[in-house]
């Protein structure tokens, strides 16, 4: 017997847009994935422009440890950016999610948004 399990995304961590910025035009979300009692990691994901049920997930974590995924969403693949020295979001032109779903995944615990009771 085979049993597969599946989470879908939590409607609390659906994300819409950030301010002053252009909603986001696929289906974003930005929560936690609990690793144990005492810690939880920060994750944004974003689907496919494309074919989001089949196109492929990646996975990005940042250089570290101790740098925020959130890096790489907002300046370096994210379907937005805030550009050096810029004080303002702009689309991005070519965010890695045109053709996969993305996972930006903030790591190790204690990282970003990611916590750690100890």
Wanted: include cysteine.
């Amino acid at each position: 017997m085979l049993a597969i399990a599946a989470m879908a995304a939590p409607a609390e961590d659906v994300f819409k847009g950030l301010p002053t910025a252009d909603p986001f035009e696929t289906a974003t979300y930005s929560g936690y994935l609990t690793v144990s009692e005492t810690k939880a990691l920060h994750y944004v994901f974003t689907e496919s422009y494309a074919d989001p049920v089949n196109d492929p997930v990646i996975i990005w974590f940042n250089g570290g440890p101790g740098c925020s995924s959130l890096l790489g969403f907002m300046q370096e693949n994210g379907p937005r950016m805030i550009n050096d020295g810029e004080t303002y979001i702009e689309n991005n032109p070519y965010p890695w999610n045109k053709r996969a779903n993305v996972l930006w995944l903030e790591s190790p615990a204690g990282v970003g948004y990611s916590y750690a009771g100890t």
